[in-house]
């Protein structure tokens, strides 16, 4: 049953606390109760921006038309239904000063059909390319995958029939809090396969990258160089903003994109 919107307006109040309910999934018991009702069956990735991939290097057989949009374009085409949010719930519920508020989720599949109506809306494919567009031009991360979170506050079923498609911030993004939750869950929340984010000798230590760039705080400072540690999830934010053009997005396996795409589509049906 769709969530009713007294419900979204208790929950947008509690996600400031969000941090200090990530810590109790590390209780044992409380951890498990957790892991069960909000994250059984999960599997997301973040997705490398395409404006940070140098596209004029030769990548195998794909050369250069290897892009990570190619994922979301793929289910995005594959869906019978789309659903854009009127909001982020994330940055709405953060006041946030930084992101456009109004640019929320696109959740994709049959489960979108029973999500409250004065949430969002049902879109077009057109228009959910548009959007992702938008929300890419606007500096936000997209990640997606499987969400049992975004079934549970939404109140819609089947979860494998749901699709979420985020477009994320550093500052109020739920998924900031990856590196506190309990080992098993925060695991959940990946990088793309073969998708390696690494520091080169340009770098001189400025700390540019370590100035709330990090969804989940997985750069430092080491021996007037940055660090990247395997808490990185490989959405490429640090390449993007570096000044000396020190980290770089290398792709170990050029079938990342083909690789994503079928783990995706094992545990989610969105025709």
Not at 69 to 81: P, T
Not at 243 to 264: G, L, Y
Request: proline share 5%.
């Amino acid at each position: 049953m769709a969530r009713p919107l007294w419900f979204i307006k208790v929950l947008k109040k509690a996600f400031p606390n969000i941090k200090f309910i990530a810590k109790l999934t590390n209780l044992p018991i409380l951890g498990t109760v957790f892991d069960q009702l909000l994250f059984k069956g999960d599997d997301i990735m973040f997705l490398p921006q395409d404006k940070i991939i140098e596209i004029n290097k030769p990548m195998g057989e794909y050369d250069e038309y290897i892009l990570p949009s190619q994922v979301l374009e793929y289910f995005i085409d594959k869906a019978k239904n789309h659903w854009v949010m009127n909001f982020c719930i994330c940055r709405s519920s953060m006041n946030c000063q930084d992101y456009p508020i109004d640019l929320g989720c696109l959740f994709l599949g049959d489960a979108v059909l029973n999500i409250n109506p004065k949430i969002g809306k049902l879109v077009s494919k057109e228009v959910a390319l548009e959007h992702l567009r938008k929300c890419r031009e606007a500096g936000l991360v997209q990640m997606i995958g499987r969400n049992r979170l975004d079934a549970q506050w939404l109140g819609v079923k089947p979860g494998e029939k749901l699709l979420s498609i985020c477009n994320c911030d550093p500052c109020c993004c739920l998924w900031r809090v990856s590196s506190i939750l309990a080992p098993k869950i925060g695991s959940k929340i990946k990088r793309m396969p073969g998708v390696k984010v690494q520091v080169t000798d340009k770098c001189i230590g400025c700390g540019t990258c370590i100035k709330g760039i990090c969804f989940v705080n997985a750069i430092e400072i080491v021996d007037k160089k940055a660090f990247i540690s395997n808490e990185c999830r490989g959405c490429g934010r640090c390449v993007e903003v570096c000044p000396q053009k020190a980290i770089e997005i290398r792709f170990e396996d050029t079938n990342f994109v083909k690789k994503s795409i079928e783990k995706i589509d094992k545990i989610i049906d969105v025709t």
